[in-house]
């Protein structure tokens, strides 16, 4: 094994010990989000549906699991039994970086397992928005993906000693990717945020998926910065869009970006909301898997359950019998979301 794989594989392991040790998520700005009780709803119960259509399969809610890990022996084991889940809640799941498999069959083995679990559902592969179409096409034919996630992670590579400098002609190589993929291409942020402005660059670009990954939910620098105790990053743990934001932004850059709203949801109500607020998914990550982690798989499926029923006592209580009658119900902004988003919007 050399050396880069070797950094590679500790990182892994150390990203998921770091990640437990750090319980102090910021504020994902959804306690600014007011939906008003409806009395009267005209639902019942047993006509609420939360079944949704996504990369033309049906699925049974708007949620995924998103990317989070793989390569190693311990993480690998951690997507065997998020597939589980995915498979049990007939939910879509993404891989965690790729790019340790490129030349390491044992670390491959780690996110083919995911397809082997999930072999009829929606796997989505994932590495870095600067690598290549021919490394693309590695990614998704390793788990016979349905679609690619180009992850954004500058913040995350400039705490890292080992991580990228050179961040020239992303965009350029967005869009090539996004015009010779036969799957559809994501384009997800890391736990900072997409803005109005990068949304649109984006969609110049041909991209029309986008995960906003929203700040509020796990923090990179707070993890990078335990590993590499000699190199102060503190400056830039405040850095990032509040994930409400990052959604009203991105949704005001186009109405036709399919959006994928995630960072630090862990609610029913947090996900009811982004939903009213035209977010067309949501993704969980760091709460699943911190459940996973403490508890068990057992754990896990209970709260993924208790998840999903909210979510349907929540959309009888607002009146929508499914997921686009969401994108009609009324939403108040208060505090300091409100205050954010009409100042940067103000006469737009």
Do not use: W
């Not at 498979?87 to 790729?98: D, E, R, T």
């Not at 083995?109 to 179409?133: C, H, M, P, W, Y």
């Not at 607002?318 to 119900?329: H, M, Q, R, S, Y």
Request: charged share 25%; hydrophobic share 40%; with cysteine.
């Amino acid at each position: 094994m050399d050396n880069l794989e070797n950094i590679r594989e500790k990182r892994k392991d150390e990203h998921i010990s770091f990640f437990l040790s750090d319980n102090a998520p910021g504020s994902n700005a959804f306690e600014d989000v007011v939906l008003q009780n409806n009395s009267l709803p005209d639902v019942d119960s047993n006509d609420v549906s939360t079944e949704y259509v996504f990369l033309n399969k049906y699925i049974d809610s708007p949620l995924m699991i998103n990317a989070m890990t793989g390569g190693t022996e311990y993480t690998g084991e951690i997507n065997r039994k998020l597939a589980r889940l995915a498979v049990k809640f007939n939910i879509p799941i993404a891989v965690g970086s790729q790019t340790i498999a490129f030349e390491s069959p044992k670390a491959a083995d780690t996110f083919k397992k995911v397809r082997e679990i999930n072999r009829d559902g929606i796997v989505i592969a994932n590495l870095s928005a600067n690598l290549s179409i021919d490394e693309a096409y590695k990614a998704i034919d390793m788990i016979e993906a349905d679609a690619v996630q180009l992850h954004l992670n500058v913040v995350q590579e400039m705490c890292m000693t080992e991580g990228d400098r050179n961040f020239r002609g992303a965009l350029d190589n967005i869009k090539e990717i996004v015009a010779l993929s036969e799957v559809p291409v994501i384009i997800k942020e890391t736990g900072f945020g997409m803005s109005f402005e990068t949304a649109g660059k984006l969609y110049a670009a041909g991209v029309r998926y986008v995960d906003i990954s929203g700040s509020g939910g796990t923090n990179f620098v707070n993890i990078e910065s335990s590993r590499d105790t000699e190199r102060d990053c503190s400056f830039m743990k405040n850095l990032g869009i509040p994930t409400a934001l990052s959604l009203l932004e991105c949704r005001k850059a186009n109405s036709d970006l399919f959006l994928i709203c995630s960072g630090g949801i862990s609610k029913p109500e947090e996900i009811i909301k982004a939903l009213c607020m035209d977010a067309d998914m949501v993704a969980l990550g760091g709460a699943i898997l911190r459940i996973l982690l403490e508890k068990g798989y057992d754990a896990a499926e209970k709260h993924m359950e208790d998840l999903i029923y909210g979510i349907k006592v929540l959309m009888l209580l607002l009146g929508a019998k499914d997921i686009t009658e969401l994108k009609n119900v009324p939403y108040l902004l208060k505090g300091q979301l409100r205050e954010l988003y009409s100042y940067k919007f103000a006469g737009k």
